[in-house]
């Protein structure tokens, strides 16, 4: 639950920062007639991805065996990567990312097409929707319970829906240095936590051997992810597993140590015009 809650809070984020940020603009040119469009093609965006994401699930759902396992580690690496992109690119484009998309309503209004502004929210909408499809199905890798995953997405996602109106409506407590700082650290631990949880699963079927079966095993239920809450958060916030191979421990700080500290020390400020939509009635979207 907790990391599909993560997943969907940020992702859900992005897609609403986007969505807010274009009708915001074309409220300011007095355009908001064409904010139909906008709304048109993240709907058609939306449904695509959703409908995409079903088809993977069901399709991954229906293997077992060793085949099965071999799928889900190949998806947990790739959710892994997807995730460290998705991070880098965030806290780069932070800072332009006002800029860049009201030079693109720009272009899309001057084309005169109505959807070639449909376009600009469909495409953008549908690679986050088809990221946050690929990474829901990551977060599954391992997991016992869809139903907590499904109630903390919808979590996320509501609060990220109520997050945007806030920008979009200019507020000036929506702090996006600090959310996205925040919640990239925690991103990394669970692209580290995946990176783990393939390494398991290739081990399981076959593909990769061990050095160490076990580096440790720790016993009581409060730790175990079939038995204690904490467990159970550990293991879906950061692939914890009681009793992990070499390997796993390995490639989890061969990841963590060195792309925590790129992101970290590369993070700058965000300017304040990206906190906040609207300053004041004459001030430009963030």
């Given at each position: ?5 993560l ?5 859900g984020l992005?897609?609403?920062l986007?969505?807010?940020i ?8 007095d355009?908001?007639?064409d904010?139909?469009l906008v709304?048109y ?6 449904a ?10 069901v399709?991954?759902g229906?293997?077992?065996g ?8 190949v998806?947990a690496l790739?959710?892994?990567?997807v ?9 780069d ?13 720009d ?20 690679r ?12 599954t890798?391992?997991s016992?319970s869809?139903?907590s995953?499904f109630?903390?997405?919808v979590a ?18 929506v ?5 996205f ?6 991103v990394l631990?669970?692209?580290a936590?995946l ?5 398991h699963?290739f ?6 051997g061990?050095?160490h ?14 038995g204690g ?11 914890w ?11 989890f ?5 060195p ?14 015009g ?13």
């Amino acid at each position: 639950m907790s990391s599909a809650f993560l997943i969907m809070l940020r992702e859900g984020l992005e897609m609403a920062l986007i969505v807010a940020i274009v009708l915001a603009y074309l409220r300011k040119v007095d355009r908001g007639a064409d904010a139909k469009l906008v709304w048109y093609g993240a709907l058609a965006a939306g449904a695509i991805a959703l409908g995409a994401g079903a088809i993977i699930f069901v399709v991954v759902g229906d293997l077992s065996g060793r085949a099965e396992q071999i799928v889900e580690g190949v998806v947990a690496l790739a959710a892994a990567g997807v995730l460290t992109w998705m991070v880098f690119w965030m806290r780069d484009q932070a800072r332009i990312i006002k800029s860049d998309l009201q030079h693109r309503v720009d272009r899309a209004l001057a084309s005169g097409s109505a959807m070639a502004l449909a376009g600009l929210a469909f495409f953008s909408i549908l690679r986050e929707g088809l990221e946050t499809a690929l990474l829901l199905l990551g977060n599954t890798v391992g997991s016992k319970s869809s139903a907590s995953a499904f109630v903390g997405g919808v979590a996320g996602l509501a609060i990220a829906v109520a997050l945007g109106y806030l920008i979009y409506k200019g507020s000036r407590r929506v702090n996006l240095k600090s959310f996205f700082q925040v919640t990239g650290v925690l991103v990394l631990l669970f692209a580290a936590g995946l990176l783990a949880r393939g390494v398991h699963e290739f081990q399981e079927a076959g593909l990769i051997g061990s050095f160490h079966a076990h580096v440790w095993t720790i016993g009581g239920a409060w730790l175990s992810p079939d038995g204690g809450w904490l467990g159970k958060f550990l293991e879906s916030m950061f692939g914890w597993n009681p009793s992990p191979s070499l390997e796993m421990v390995l490639i989890f700080v061969a990841y963590l140590a060195p792309v925590g500290f790129l992101f970290l020390s590369g993070t700058r400020a965000v300017p304040t015009g990206v906190r906040s939509v609207e300053r004041t009635k004459t001030s430009a979207p963030a």
